[in-house]
């Protein structure tokens, strides 16, 4: 869902800005326009401009940065099986007792 910022532009939480704006800024940027019109005219935060136009000075590129994210545990049936048999044998165990002992 959309949320808008103080200035009225929207966005999506936790996504990237879109490649269109990205072009924007860093075209106005290079043309010398200072970062707080680029803000206002783009409705987009200061803060988030800073964070595009110092991304490109590091990279020279104006995708997103990847975010690499820790790869998900799935426990087998046996590893779930055994945890349950730890449980009964003592309630009180912690998590991380289990997962020590696994």
């Known amino acids: 869902m959309f949320k808008q910022n103080h200035l009225r532009g929207n966005f999506l939480n936790g996504k990237p800005t879109p ?3 990205r072009q924007r800024i860093i075209y106005k940027y290079v ?3 200072p970062i707080s019109k680029i803000s206002n005219d783009l ?3 200061e803060r988030g401009v800073r964070n595009i136009v110092s ?3 590091e990279t020279e590129s104006i995708a997103p940065k990847e975010h ?3 790869e998900h545990y799935k426990a087998s049936d046996e590893v779930l099986q055994y945890i ?3 449980k009964i044998k003592k309630p009180s165990m912690y998590g991380r007792e289990i997962k020590n002992k696994l």
């Open 43 to 45: 409705q987009i935060s």
């Open 55 to 57: 991304s490109y000075e």
């Open 68 to 70: 690499y994210g820790r």
């Open 31 to 33: 043309q010398g326009v």
């Open 84 to 86: 349950e048999y730890m």
């Open 19 to 21: 490649l269109i704006l």
